[in-house]
Each structure stands twice: as C-alpha cells, then as structure tokens.
C-alpha cells in the first residue's frame, strides 16, 4: 500500500486545508462545452473542405465558405449554449423561490421531505433525527438541500458567459485546422500537393486530440477515446464528401 502508484499525490488531496479549499469551490466542469465546440468545429469547417472537394470547386471558395462557417457557425453555436445555460440558471432560480415559500408556507411538510431523503439513503433513529435538525436549523442549507436532493439540480452553478466562451473558443481553434493548408496556399503563396489530402489528415488528427483530451476527465484510455472521436468525425466528414460529389453538377 505505501508504495502504490499515485498515493502520495491522493495524500496530499486529502488533508484538511485541501479538502476545505475543494469544497468550499467546487467548480463547475466546462468539459463538455470544450468538446461540443471542438468536434462540432472540426466537423463543420471539414464538411465545407470535403464538400467542396467533392464538387471540384477552387481553394478560393474552400477558403471563403470555411472562414464564414468558422465564424458564424461558432458564434451561433456560442449563442445557443449562453441561452440555453442561462435558461438552465433561471430554471434554478426560480425552484430556489418556490423552495423558499414552500419552506415558508409548510415547514413540517418539507421537514418530512428531509427526512424521508435521507431515510432512503440509509439513516435512522437518532442518526436521521439530528441530519433532520441540523439540515432544517439553516434555512439556505435546507433550501440548497431541497435542490440538490428532491430536484436534482448541480451543487456547482455554471457561468452561462463561461460557457459560451468555451464552446467558441474551442470550435474556433480547432476548427480552424482543416483550413490551415489552404490558408498557407492563399497567404503565403505555397504552392502545396494534394491540400485536400493534408486537410484530411490535419481533421483526423484533431479528432483524435479532442478525444485524447476528453480521456484526461473520463475514465477512458486516451487511445481508445481518440480513435472513437475519430471514427465518428470521420463518418461525418466522408458524408460531407459524398454529398459534395453528389451535388457536383446540380
């Protein structure tokens, strides 16, 4: 045991002044926000490149599609997840007012929800009647209860600001890959071979980074995440191709 890998880093997670500082400011995880974004830029921006290679069109109009999607696409889906998160917060916000009145209006009813929550998790006796009084002795701390036990609502608020940022960021970083080879051709006058073919691959490697990514939050092997993020963009991106190739003489 004292020579298990990693346990002198869980020792130092677990004293006092650790424990006290993590759950004083828990956080929220923007996790799922920053792969949203990534694969959704990846997928988006590659699309316009395999589309358009499909249908044989110039670098030009690669170039002019794919930073229009960049952009727009990303601010649009930063929009939706600023409203939607915000949408969420107002949700929470008004179970903590009727919370409050409920609590107000009938304290021996939502006592007796108190107690058959924590009765169900295993507590009884004089163990479940001191949870009981000391959860109900604190008005906040029963109302933060009620949310989080009854509800179901996270005990960590997310920014809806953060959250969009996240989701722009992310799909604009990464999903300004797949224009790179082009961008270097128009910018720099390179002439580089098969740029379609370098985009191709620029992708496939940023799918596997967004999972490899992913994996260091999850319990997942990186290589194993990697090819799944891949596999899944690549499905996208090859039907973007073939309807490219489809709609090439519309």
Do not use: C
């Not at 880093?9 to 424990?19: G, N, P, V």
């Not at 400011?25 to 694969?39: E, N, Q």
């Not at 109302?143 to 179901?152: A, Q, Y």
């Not at 600001?161 to 992310?170: D, G, P, S």
């Amino acid at each position: 045991m004292p020579n298990e890998p990693g346990l002198d880093a869980l020792r130092k997670e677990h004293t006092q002044q650790a424990i006290r500082s993590r759950l004083r400011d828990p956080g929220h995880s923007y996790l799922r926000d920053v792969i949203y974004g990534a694969i959704d830029g990846i997928v988006t921006t590659f699309a316009v490149v395999a589309g358009a290679a499909g249908a044989g069109l110039e670098d030009r109009v690669v170039i002019i599609l794919g930073v229009a999607n960049l952009i727009a696409d990303g601010f649009s889906m930063s929009v939706s997840n600023l409203l939607g998160s915000r949408a969420a917060e107002q949700q929470l916000e008004r179970a903590r007012a009727e919370e409050r009145r409920q609590i107000e209006v009938f304290p021996e009813g939502e006592r007796e929800e108190i107690r058959q929550i924590y009765a169900a998790k295993g507590l009884h006796g004089e163990t479940l009647d001191v949870v009981v009084e000391a959860l109900t002795g604190d008005r906040e701390l029963w109302v933060r209860t009620m949310l989080t036990e009854e509800l179901g609502f996270p005990s960590a608020e997310r920014s809806p600001i953060r959250a969009a940022a996240m989701t722009f960021i992310a799909f604009v970083a990464f999903g300004a890959l797949p224009l790179i080879v082009f961008l270097i051709q128009s910018i720099a006058g390179i002439d580089i071979d098969a740029p379609f073919a370098w985009s191709a691959v620029l992708a496939a490697v940023a799918f596997f980074a967004v999972g490899t990514l992913k994996s260091r939050f999850v319990d997942q092997r990186w290589w194993r995440a990697g090819a799944e993020t891949l596999a899944l963009g690549g499905f996208a991106a090859v039907l973007a191709y073939l309807v490219g190739v489809v709609l090439e003489n519309v």
